[in-house]
């Protein structure tokens, strides 16, 4: 399995961006995407469920951020809005079998490169 993140950049704080992971070698069961920051552990940030849609969020993101996939396109997406500086890291999304416990690291099979998001003050 490969998974190909993308859409990361520079963005003032309150502003948007839209990151995409492409799934490729094998369908998944859920997404999730988590992030980390400079010092910091790994966070979950988001994740959905393959079938069904259903989706979980982290509290720091709730109301901001929104995930959604595509499954013929076996992609998701991670629309962040109003973000912040503290916002800042890189995103990593990873997928994996299980539908439950979305939001530990150890649900997660593969892994995606990462994309850096950077929010200025």
């Known amino acids: 399995v490969q998974l190909q993140a993308s859409g990361g950049g520079l963005v003032q704080a309150g502003g948007s961006l839209r990151l995409s992971c492409a799934a490729s070698g094998r369908t998944f069961s859920s997404l999730g995407w988590f992030r980390q920051a400079p010092t910091k552990e790994r966070e979950f940030v988001a994740a959905?469920?393959?079938?069904?849609?259903?989706?979980y969020y982290a509290d720091s993101v709730k109301g901001r951020f929104t995930i959604s996939r595509d499954n013929p396109k076996n992609t998701a997406y991670l629309q962040m809005n109003n973000l912040k500086p503290e916002d800042t890291a890189v995103y990593y999304c990873?997928?994996?079998?299980?539908?439950?416990?979305?939001?530990?690291?150890?649900?997660?099979?593969?892994w995606g490169q990462g994309t850096l998001v950077t929010v200025s003050s």
């Open positions: 990873a997928v994996g079998p299980r539908v439950a416990g979305l939001a530990q690291v150890s649900a997660y099979d593969y």
């Open positions: 959905i469920r393959r079938i069904g849609g259903n989706s």
